[in-house]
C-alpha cells in the first residue's frame, strides 16, 4: 500500500506542477498515469511542439516544459506510479481513499486530485480494413520522435493543425512527405496551410485534395498506400511507402473515472470553481482540462493556478486544527524534502554609530 498526503491522477503539467504548490505546503504527493513517463500530452503527443503562453517563457518546447517541471519538483521527491491507469476508488470510514490502479497497485490518501487532462486518449481511426495489420510496422497514429521518419517515404493524412505542422516538419526530414485531404479546405491555421501550398509548389510536399486513403498493401511491413480521388472517381497507389500517418485527432475519454460517481457535465468533472476545484465528492479534487466550470479556460497556465489553490484547500482538509498563513517564496525561500534550501540573499544592514 503506497501512503501519501495527496494521490494526483495524472503527471501532466497541472499533475506536477501541483506536486510543487503541495510541497511548500509540507505535502508529499504521489502520482498515477497510464503512460509509461511522466508528462501527459505534452511528452506523449507533441513533445517536440513549441508553446507559447506560458508565463515567462516567449516559447518553450513541450518537452522541455515538463523536464523544467520535473527539475522543480524533485527537491519534494514525489513518487510515480507510472504505466497504470487508476480504476476504483473507495472512501474509507476516515473519510480517505483507497485508489487501485489496472496492475492491483494500492494507494492511500486523504486527498484525491484529478488532474488527467482531457483523459485518456484514443485516435480516430480511418476505416480501412487492413490498417490495423500494420500497426507499428509501418502506420502510426502520433508522431513521437520525428527522427524515425529521416530519410523515409511518408504519407500524412488529415486537414487540421497537427496534419499541416507536421507535413511541414517533416519535409525537411523525410525524403519524400505525401499530405492528403479529403477536402480542397483544410481546417488549420491559414499560414500553415500557406506554407504548405508553397512547399507543394517547390515540390517538397506532395499536396493531394479531395482524395482519401482507402487501402494499405505490403507482406509484413507497409510497401504502399492506395487513395480514391473524388473527382476522378479513380484510385492511384502511392508506391514505396515507409510510413502511413493519418493524423484525424485523438477522441478523450474519461476511462474508469467516469464510474466513480462524479458529476460529469460534456465529458468532463463539473467542480466548484468559486472556491477550491473540489467535486460534488468531498476530498476529490479536479484540476486542468478534465474539469468544467462556468468560464473555463483550457490552457496549461489556468491548471498552474488551479493547482496552487486546490493545494490550500487540501491543506485546510488535511490538517483541520492548524492555519497556514501563505509566505511568497521570495520571502520564506523553497524548502526541500531533500535538506536543500533556495532563498534569496538578505541583506546586510549595517549600523552607524
Known amino acids: 500500500m503506497i501512503k ?3 494521490l494526483i491522477i495524472g503527471a501532466g503539467p497541472t499533475g506536477l506542477f501541483a506536486v510543487f504548490e503541495a510541497g511548500l505546503l509540507k505535502l508529499k504527493c504521489h502520482l498515477i498515469d497510464a503512460l509509461p513517463q511522466p508528462g501527459g500530452q505534452c511528452s506523449e503527443i507533441y513533445p517536440k511542439k513549441p508553446i507559447y503562453d506560458i508565463p515567462g517563457f516567449p516559447e518553450v518546447l ?3 516544459l ?3 517541471l520535473m527539475e522543480q519538483i524533485k527537491p519534494f521527491e514525489p513518487g510515480f506510479t507510472l504505466g497504470e491507469r487508476a480504476e476504483t476508488i473507495d472512501k474509507q470510514d476516515d473519510g480517505s481513499f483507497i485508489v487501485t490502479t489496472s496492475k492491483g497497485t494500492k494507494h492511500h490518501a486523504p486527498v484525491v486530485v484529478i488532474a488527467g487532462g482531457l483523459g485518456s486518449f484514443e485516435p480516430r481511426k480511418p476505416p480501412i480494413p487492413s490498417i490495423k495489420k500494420y500497426e507499428d510496422n509501418g502506420v502510426a497514429y502520433i508522431i513521437r520522435d520525428p527522427e524515425v521518419y529521416r530519410d523515409k517515404k511518408v504519407v500524412i493524412a488529415g486537414g487540421g493543425d497537427s496534419a499541416l505542422d507536421w507535413s511541414i516538419f517533416l519535409a525537411d526530414v523525410a525524403s519524400e512527405v505525401s499530405l492528403i485531404h479529403r477536402r480542397k479546405d483544410f481546417r488549420g491555421a491559414l499560414d500553415s496551410v500557406e506554407k504548405v501550398e508553397e512547399l507543394s509548389k517547390i515540390g517538397k510536399i506532395n499536396l493531394i485534395t479531395d482524395a482519401e486513403v482507402v487501402d494499405l498493401k505490403g507482406e509484413d511491413q507497409l510497401e504502399s498506400v492506395v487513395i480514391r480521388h473524388k473527382d476522378k472517381a479513380m484510385e492511384e497507389e502511392i508506391r514505396e511507402t515507409d510510413h502511413f500517418i493519418p493524423l484525424f485527432g485523438l477522441s478523450p475519454k474519461l476511462g ?7 458529476e460529469i457535465e460534456k465529458n468532463a468533472i463539473k467542480v ?12 476529490i479534487y479536479a484540476i486542468g482540462d478534465v474539469n468544467t466550470y462556468k468560464g473555463k479556460l483550457k490552457l496549461i497556465l ?3 493556478h488551479e493547482a496552487a489553490i486546490m493545494c490550500q484547500s487540501a491543506y485546510q482538509r488535511i490538517n483541520p486544527d492548524k492555519k497556514y498563513v501563505m509566505k511568497y517564496t ?4 523553497v524548502n526541500g524534502f531533500d535538506g536543500s534550501k533556495k532563498e534569496a540573499k538578505r541583506e546586510v544592514v549595517k549600523s552607524i554609530n
Open 4 to 6: 501519501t498526503d495527496i
Open 62 to 64: 513541450a518537452g522541455d
Open 66 to 68: 515538463v523536464d523544467n
Open 256 to 262: 474508469p473515472i467516469a464510474n466513480w460517481g462524479l
Open 272 to 283: 466548484d470553481n468559486s472556491y477550491d476545484y473540489q467535486t460534488n465528492i468531498p476530498g
Open 302 to 304: 489556468c491548471g498552474f
Open 330 to 333: 521570495t520571502v520564506s525561500g
